[in-house]
């Protein structure tokens, strides 16, 4: 029985390295002969599809495995540091390595829409592995950092993940092509690694998506954040995921007071208590 929080843990590592071989999946082109070795017409190309979008699902399901391993944790009084540090483990591949691979890849589709761009160095493509890097730091400082139990400090690797996941998903199902062409740049990518790596890294206080008993009062900003992932979700689909993190980020740094007493028992990175 003490072992189930930590097979839910070892769950979201299964699921984060099925990710990372749906990432692996290229899309390949294959050429169909005959035994002549002649091309046959007119099925000689066949394309096979990407499967980055199969990641982001994968991705999609580890975060709320580890959403879950907490809350049995915590429902069968399990809890224990060894369960902490296989949390942490587990989520530099779920949401650090996975994501990182998935940076990687867009990078070369980016380049490869330039001339010669299929000849791209990969000093330019090695910038992806950032993010995994800061995840690893971020996940290392919060099992030292006793004071982020009421709150955290810089955003959470799960949230980073998550974000990171979305773009596939916006890329292949996105009616946006403005949002296409933006992922199609590697000056976003280079801009998105950045971004989350600082946020991931830096010690500005982020809240934990816990609610204190349904009290408007004590929530308001989560309040806010889930009107706002609704409307996001009806409106932009795929696209509210950014929006999301965009609005996340926003409301800790304008609302501080609610990210630094907003208690949080679990060892994970993500408040495992979202309703209670």
Known sequence: MKQIPNIFTLLNLFFGCLAIVFILQNNFLYLVVDQDSQLLHPYALVNAPEKIYWASAFIGIAAIIDFLDGLVARMLNFSSEMGKQLDSLADVVSFGVAPGMIIYQFLRLAYAQQQDGMDVSAFWLLPAFIVPCAGAFRLGRFNLDKEQSYGFKGVPIPAAGLLIASFPLIYWYSDSALAVRLLLSPWFWYALIAVTAYLMVCTLPMMALKFKGLSFKNDLPKF??????????????????????VAYVALSLAMPEYAKGDKTTTGGHLSTDIAS
Do not use: E, Q, S
Request: glycine share 4%; net charge neutral.
């Open 224 to 245: 806010i954040l889930l009107a706002v992932a609704v409307i996001a979700g009806i409106i932009f689909h795929w696209l509210a995921v950014p929006v999301v993190f």
